[in-house]
């Protein structure tokens, strides 16, 4: 017998999408979108190097996350091989939301967005929303999906106009200076006559980047939440503002809010759409621990024991920069962060069974681009691009390890098929859609992948791989490092079929091949310089 989604997905492939009304069982979705997390750092990719705390190359089993949530959702669902973003976060997040790659909404790399001119005749960031005017939340609201976005933003704009029905993030933007809760929080401050840069904590000067604390005592604002103004700083309430505290951690507060969310949506009898843009994995200041030197703070102690997680309640002490964690934080580290990850994705499972919706929810994980120190940044080989990616939907017939080949721009077509809801055929995306492949006996997804850095351009097939410097790879094999792939050098010395493919890559690039010529939006005078990018491997913002 059919499950429901097995029904509803029959119908879209065969109908070419239906209206809403007619697929009362169209699946839920929740997209985990985790920051800065390369596919070497899970265990189920099998590398056999991973980051330090330090980050530093690793096989010490000390730094090696350990993922059972996610390992039982890749036997149960699948897990790909090849899955790649762009290099850092800009980008990456325009290609998921848009399902385009730069050439069209030009969003090149974290400091190397397009610009446009506004209505008041202002050259500024080109936002998504009027590059591309359909876009996931988009996708989902059409088909009468309730949307909701947590954690993370870094977008350009009016946070309202991205799709999304309401939202929980940590924080929207740099801009968002008027938190009266919190003082874990950077400002530019005159000292001895020089804009410094001060933790307002404990009023020292600081050799870092601007940021908020999105981890502990976090700044959370809210859109759109029923009973407050359209945009609102958390905590809301009397009750709220009682709890709130050293021992609030942001990553808990996102995940409460959608929960509550989805609660309603479940008694409304609609369908959901979850866009959960987590911090975890990015480096952040560490509040509790100024003067440490590792990227990644510690998180609330979690333990796997007997097929369940046990958290302990944080139990944090202090004032201006002097804490105790009292043991209820553990020590820094990303692979703490992917743990973390780890028991939200056992959360989210274990709700879903309580809400009895289990059987009609499509689960994603992946991933923005590669880990800070080693990938992020980074157009060497796929060091920056790949990503992990963790599949579960009722009914799909693809379980397990998927030699496939998967963009983070596959994910606005993906959904929009799995909601039933057709993509305008003078629309243009890039991506192309999973529900093929993951409901049916297709072997294979699509034919290369293709990332970006700036003009730096990165693209692969199964058997050859040209890197962001015009370095051509052999990765018809995989190392046991993911990335020590054979430098091809001598076209002579490989099969046919490798430089059947190098020519075939070499004639998709210059469509996208636009940085130099068309950077910015339509209309918009040419540059006279190009932006200066970052330094590989900068740790910023991102």
């Not at 070419?16 to 699946?27: C, D, I, L």
């Not at 876009?135 to 947590?150: D, E, K, N, P, S």
Request: hydrophobic content about 35%; charged content about 25%; glycine content about 8%.
């Amino acid at each position: 017998m059919r499950n429901p989604v097995q029904i509803m997905l029959l119908a879209a492939l065969s109908l070419g999408g239906v209206s809403a009304a007619a697929q009362p069982s169209r699946p839920n979705v929740i997209l985990i979108f985790a920051d800065d997390i390369s596919a070497r750092e899970l265990p189920v990719y099998g590398s056999s190097v991973w980051t330090d705390p330090w980050s530093k190359d690793s096989s010490d089993p000390r730094f090696r996350a350990r993922t059972p949530a996610l390992d039982r959702l890749a036997e149960e669902g699948c897990w790909i091989t090849n899955a790649w973003a762009s290099t850092v976060c800009s980008p990456s997040r325009a290609m998921m939301m848009t399902g385009r790659y730069a050439h069209l909404h030009k969003w090149w790399d974290n400091k190397d967005k397009g610009n446009y001119r506004n209505t008041d005749g202002r050259l500024t960031t080109w936002p998504l929303y009027e590059s591309s005017p359909l876009q996931l939340g988009h996708v989902a609201q059409r088909a009468g999906y309730a949307t909701y976005w947590a954690g993370k933003t870094q977008m350009a704009g009016d946070l309202t106009r991205f799709g999304f029905d309401e939202g929980c993030f940590t924080p929207g933007n740099l801009s968002d200076r008027d938190n009266p809760y919190t003082d874990f929080k950077m400002e530019m401050k005159p000292v001895n006559g020089k804009k410094v840069l001060v933790n307002s904590d404990t009023g020292e000067p600081l050799d870092t980047y601007l940021q908020h604390g999105w981890y502990w005592n976090p700044h959370v604002r809210l859109m759109n939440q029923p009973g407050s103004p359209k945009f609102c700083w958390w905590p809301n309430t009397e009750e709220s503002r009682e709890q709130f505290g050293l021992n609030t951690y942001g990553p808990d507060v996102e995940l409460d809010f959608v929960f509550e969310f989805m609660e309603r949506q479940q008694d409304a009898g609609k369908p959901f759409f979850i866009y959960h843009t987590s911090h975890l994995g990015h480096d952040a200041f560490d509040w509790f621990n100024p003067d440490s030197d590792s990227k990644w703070p510690g998180t609330p102690v979690i333990e796997w024991k007997d097929g369940r997680y046990f958290r302990t309640e944080p139990h944090v002490t202090g004032d201006k920069g002097d804490y105790d964690t009292h043991g209820t934080v553990t020590g820094p580290g990303v692979h703490n962060h992917i743990n973390y990850l780890d028991y939200q994705v056992w959360q989210y499972r274990k709700k879903l069974a309580e809400l009895g919706i289990a059987d009609n929810t499509v689960l994603i994980f992946c991933a923005d681009n590669g880990t800070s120190g080693y990938g992020k940044h980074n157009a060497d080989r796929q060091k920056g691009t790949h990503v992990p990616l963790i599949m579960y939907a009722p009914g799909m017939t693809k379980h397990g390890r998927q030699d496939v080949l998967v963009n983070m721009s596959d994910f606005l077509p993906t959904l929009a098929e799995l909601a039933g809801t057709p993509i305008p055929e003078d629309y243009e995306i890039n991506g192309e859609s999973l529900v093929p492949f993951l409901f049916s006996e297709k072997s294979e997804h699509r034919d290369w992948i293709y990332g970006y850095q700036g003009n730096k351009q990165i693209i692969r097939g199964r058997h050859v791989l040209r890197d962001g410097f015009g370095k051509w790879w052999d990765v018809s094999t995989s190392p046991e490092n993911l990335i020590s792939f054979p430098r091809i050098d001598d076209w002579t010395a490989v099969s046919d079929a490798h430089r059947k493919e190098r020519d075939a890559l070499k004639a998709i690039l210059p469509r996208f091949d636009l940085h130099a010529s068309a950077p910015d939006a339509p209309g918009v005078p040419a540059r006279k310089t190009q932006p200066v990018l970052p330094k590989q491997n900068a740790s910023r913002n991102g």
